[in-house]
C-alpha cells in the first residue's frame, strides 16, 4: 500500500503498479493571491463569477484528482478500480474527461468504502 498526497511527489510523474486507487477529497489548491487574481480575471473576461471560480478553481481541482487516478493506468492495457471518495464529486462528474466519465459505475457514500473495498478485494 502506498499513501500521498495530492499534488505531491507520488501523484505526479510516478508509474506505480496497481489495481485500486483511492482518491480522498477534491484537491482544490489552497488560496493565493496568484490564483485570486485569475480568479478576478476570468470573472471580468466570462463576465460571470461562477464561471470564473469554475475555471480557475475547480477545473483544476478535477483535473489534479483525474492525474492522481491515472498513477496505476499508464497504458491501454492496465485496468485499476478508482475511488474518488467525496459528495462534492456527484455535481462536479459533469466537468470529468468523458474517457473518465463513462467508465464511473456507481457512486458510493464515504462511509460505505470499507464494505465496497471489500467486495472490490474479493473480485482482484
Do not use: H
Not at 489495481?19 to 477534491?26: H, K
Not at 471518495?85 to 470529468?96: E, M
Amino acid at each position: 500500500m502506498i499513501l500521498s498526497v495530492f499534488n505531491g511527489r507520488l501523484a505526479e510523474g510516478v508509474d506505480l503498479s496497481a489495481n485500486l486507487v483511492i482518491c480522498l477529497g477534491i484537491p482544490f489548491s489552497p488560496p493565493t493571491a496568484k490564483q485570486q487574481a485569475l480568479i478576478k480575471r476570468l470573472s471580468e473576461v466570462l463576465g460571470d463569477d461562477k464561471k470564473a471560480r469554475v475555471y480557475g478553481q475547480i477545473v483544476p481541482a478535477m483535473w489534479s484528482a483525474i492525474q492522481a487516478a491515472g498513477r496505476a493506468i499508464r497504458g491501454p492495457e492496465d485496468r485499476a478500480v478508482v475511488f474518488l471518495v467525496d459528495d462534492r464529486y456527484r455535481p462536479l462528474r459533469r466537468l470529468l474527461p468523458r474517457w473518465f466519465a463513462e467508465r464511473i459505475a456507481s457512486t458510493i457514500r464515504l462511509e460505505d468504502l470499507p464494505i465496497t473495498l471489500g467486495e472490490v478485494k474479493s473480485i482482484a
